[in-house]
């Protein structure tokens, strides 16, 4: 079975600085999605970014990009110019690429608090 | 544009009663899910239909029932109610694979007491 695991339960970071959310997954299949979501204190789940594994190119939204290492299956996601609305719980989500019906799976989340 | 519609957002309830989640999407998706969140556990999911007529187990689908009404509605019941149950409740939807992700409701937060 698929598994997703973010080791990170919190990170903080400073208004303005960098910061990187780690998340490694296992599966054997080749062809799937990759997703961060976040969740802010409303509880709506909203997609940040998302990465097809067939494409060798990083996934970039503007202030979010990831580092999506295939052969290691790590995927993480850096945030560049944090902002405090950016404080929310994130969760990195994976998703086999088959039929059209396929569950996405979660992990743990990680909460990450900015500092001002 | 309304996307994914639970009903209720919040319900207490208590040990041994029974109540059902509603969940309605408008953007014509094959594929319906339900989630429950819990603090530190990330969301696991219960039960979810791959189309209309068709449901299936997910991860922790003990004392949940689901009935796929139509291609919109997806609801999920519980039976008799236990405090284990507490927890905020997603429904999610998805397409034929187009962009690959969930399209999530607003959860509906449930207390068993």
């Known amino acids: 079975a698929q598994t997703v695991t973010q080791s990170q339960p919190e990170m903080s970071v400073q208004e303005a600085e960098t910061v990187t959310l780690s998340c490694t997954y296992d599966t054997s299949e080749s062809d799937y999605y990759l997703f961060w979501y976040k969740q802010p204190p409303s509880r709506q789940m909203i997609l940040v970014i998302r990465q097809e594994a067939y494409k060798q190119q990083n996934a970039t939204e503007n202030r979010f990009s990831v580092n999506f290492q295939k052969a290691a299956k790590s995927f993480s996601l850096k945030i560049s110019d944090s902002q405090l609305g950016d404080a929310a719980m994130y969760f990195c989500?994976?998703?086999?690429?088959?039929?059209?019906?396929?569950?996405?799976?979660f992990g743990k989340g990680t909460k990450l608090t900015v500092n001002p | 544009n309304a996307g994914v519609t639970q009903t209720p957002k919040f319900q207490v309830l208590k040990t041994g009663q029974s109540m059902t989640l509603q969940c309605a999407q408008d953007m014509n998706h094959n594929s319906m899910y339900w989630y429950r969140q819990d603090p530190g556990m990330g969301l696991r999911l219960i039960y979810y239909?791959?189309?209309?007529?068709?449901?299936d187990k997910g991860e922790v689908p003990n004392g949940y029932n689901v009935s796929r009404l139509n291609k919109r509605e997806f609801s999920l019941r519980l039976e008799s109610a236990a405090p284990s149950q507490t927890s905020v409740y997603f429904c999610?939807?998805?397409?034929?694979?187009?962009?690959?992700?969930?399209?999530f409701g607003e959860g509906s937060r449930l207390t068993v007491l």
């Open positions: 999610a939807s998805s397409g034929r694979l187009n962009t690959g992700e969930l399209f």
């Open positions: 239909s791959a189309s209309e007529g068709t449901t």
């Open positions: 989500a994976y998703r086999a690429r088959r039929g059209g019906s396929e569950k996405l799976v």
